[in-house]
């Protein structure tokens, strides 16, 4: 009974104790309560219990009665007991300042145990003697016989070690598992670990009295057994969840390893992996068929070893760059195994472990075919993809700037007498194998500095801008001239050409480029009149030679009068429904004698003798009539397009006239597109502009004609407010096997693309041509592959059809 009443009593305040403490060393990882504060904390309770339990034991067993003068001894004594278990958690927390935390070294973590273990028996020591130490301080006679204070000692000794143990676990399980024990198994432990502690005690004390308790002994036995096996339960739980928890990491570790593995091997660009002294560590499958290398032989290579010597500092830099933990992109040129180059775009990135640079990736792409492509449609665009020569829009470019610098001597346009001829009889293979002979003569006569050109055809403009006389353009006239008097071999033959030239001088036969040219022109023509092979300088008089095209122009006023002149219109279609969705005016003039006159014979004629304004007025007015009628008939949905000259564009008239005639006709804007060409729009380009916006307020359409054949460049396109342009003819010639000329229409488009402007085929004659065209996003179709261009009646029928 004495025994009930003492374990009731001391195994609650025991129970409550552990508690308490398990719950401030939780609260303490939180707030600021650690070291020193909790080790005072965690003694007061311990020193507490620890004196309280043989005063609650003699109480009990009424070897002592209750006296207020017994309690404050009680509380002296404590004192020291408190001592004792601040120094024992001061040195436990030396031991291991983290108690948590897995020791890295096994050793480490086997002394650490060795420490636990006799600062156990050190404990369980200080208890049992102190328990002596309160008996005795109450004058209280007792004996201590070491033999029977072993069993609770070890007892004792095994039960804080365990206690240890347990909260040593509690701890790992919230901190790295985050999990928490059950109440219910918490309490079991701590219970047990009480009836353990009480137990020993009571038969220590009983043992000092020397009444041996048999049954006292055997639940002390038992209480600890049940203690170990529950804790070793439950370290076993937790081990069992670290394996579980391990496996998961390992899985997902491994999953990531996979991923990263599959994104290095399997990527398309070569990856390269550096070490912090920028020798290779690994390599992806894709190096090798890019530069030949394999990893065994990079690893006796570093990046500077491979990139061109003229690439060397650049790469240096990048390399420090990226020692400092920068991203960067760059652009380099390697060797590869077989000496061949490589061009690069590298994308490099530091590697970081632990916050730590170790080295860099290197992700590179073989960039050197989309140089070359671009490389070629930049030349392409300004050369002669025959000759190599400059093309016209080069050397319109270049002249621009010579005149501009006033370092323009003289213009020579050169035509190749009886071309045609060597064309006809002996084919066209034979006509670029003579023009590329041509070109390397020019070049080698004059030089690679000098401006020269091919201009399409057998024609070559060469502008000469170093400061010479004019005895000294004669001479290199002369030197030309003599350059092509050895026979040219071609196809096993030989041939003797002559040229015909015409030359104009800067600024006395023309200030501007057109005038320059057109009297270079003016003078060829003259040289080619004389008889061929012969140099002709321009002269003012041969404006009078024009008056020979009199009578044709004489008899294009007749034509007015006499309805000689027809609007032919050609359909327009849609890439993307293939339906007609426009049609294209086109004059034509039924000659009485002659027939069909070509417009490209009489509208250059009728703009040069101010017909032009009148013969354009009276296209609009039919083509406005035949277009009202077919709207009112017919229904049509489809717009008309009207070619408008450049005098014609300019003119003060234009304008009003065109939108009179427009309400005259009930015709909405939105139907009409005017065909304006390149070289107007660039010749001025302020007025041009002006005009288009004012065209595009009323809501006419503009189109951009016989898009390529001017000098306009692509960049030009941005600079006015275009709704289409029309790709000429000569780019579509060809397609698709002429490579370059593919590679500049899919530019175009693309460019074209972006701004939101259409963009019109011209001169489409073959499903092939339609095809590609249509596979590169090209808008609108116009050409013989769809109709010829064909009067009023039939092309209502033609829509009929095709509607
Ligand atoms: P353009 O504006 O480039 O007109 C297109 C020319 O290409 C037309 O020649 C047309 O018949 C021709 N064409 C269309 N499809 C094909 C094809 O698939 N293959 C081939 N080989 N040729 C095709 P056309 O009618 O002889 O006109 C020549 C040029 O005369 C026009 O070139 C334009 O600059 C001018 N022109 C024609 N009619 C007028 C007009 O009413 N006013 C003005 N100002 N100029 C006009
Ligand atoms: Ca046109
Ligand atoms: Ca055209």
Known sequence: MEAFSFFLLSISICFVSLLLILFITNASRKQNFRGPRLAIFSAFICGILITLTPYLCLLTTQTIVFEVSSLLHLCKISFVSILFFFLFFVIINMIEENPVMPKR????????????????VTAAFFVLGFTYFVIQSFNIPVTLVKEQSIVPLVLLSASIYTLARIYEHLFMDKIIFQRKLSQLQLSFLFLMFSLCLNSSIFIFIKSLFLQLNFYMAIVAIVSMVVLLVSTIHYIENQLLHQQDQLEVKNQVLSLNEQRYRSLFENNPNAVFTLDLHWNFTAVNASVRPMIGFTLEELQHLTLTDLVL?????????????????????????????????????????????????????????DITKQIEIQERVKFLAYHDELTGLLNRRGIYRELENHIHASTLTATILIDLDMFKDINDHLGHDAGDVLLKQVAERLTKTLGREELISRMG??????????????????????????????PFQIQQSSKEITLSIGVSFYPEDGENLNTLLKHADMAMYEAKKSGRNNAVQYSSRFGVQKLNQITLLQELKVAFEQEQLLLYFQPKHSTVHQSMV?????????HPERGFINPGEFIPLAEENGLIVPLSNWIIQNAFKTFSNWLKEHDVNFHLSINISPTHFFDEDFVPFLLEQLQKY??????????????????????????????????????????????????????????????????????PDNRNNGAIVQSLLSVAKNLDILVTAEGVETEEQLNVLKEWGCDEIQGYYYSMPLPEEKLIAYWQGTN
């Open 105 to 120: 070294k096994t050793s480490g973590l086997q002394k650490d145990k060795i420490a636990f273990h006799s600062l156990s």
């Open 309 to 365: 010597e003229q690439e060397k500092t650049k790469i240096t830099t990048i390399l420090e760059e990226l020692a400092k933990g920068d991203n960067t992109n760059f652009e380099t040129i390697m060797r590869t195994k077989s000496a061949e180059i490589v061009k690069l775009k590298v994308t490099a990135l530091p590697i970081k472990i632990n916050n730590e640079i170790t080295g860099a990736y290197l992700i590179a792409q």
């Open 457 to 486: 055809g057998d024609e070559f403009l060469i502008c000469l801008t170093a400061p010479y006389k004019r005895v000294e353009v004669l001479e290199r006239i002369q030197a030309i001239q003599a350059a092509m008097k050895e």
């Open 582 to 590: 426009g049609v294209e005016t086109l004059i034509r003039w039924n």
């Open 666 to 735: 009930k015709i909405p804007a939105q139907l009409i597109d005017l065909e304006i060409t390149e070289n107007l729009a660039i010749e001025n380009t302020e007025l041009t502009n002006k005009k288009i916006n004012i065209l595009k307020e009323k809501g006419l359409q503009i189109s951009m004609d016989d898009f390529g054949t001017g000098y306009t460049s692509l960049t030009y396109l941005s600079h006015f407010n275009m709704n289409r342009i029309k790709i000429d003819r000569s780019f579509i010639k060809e397609l």
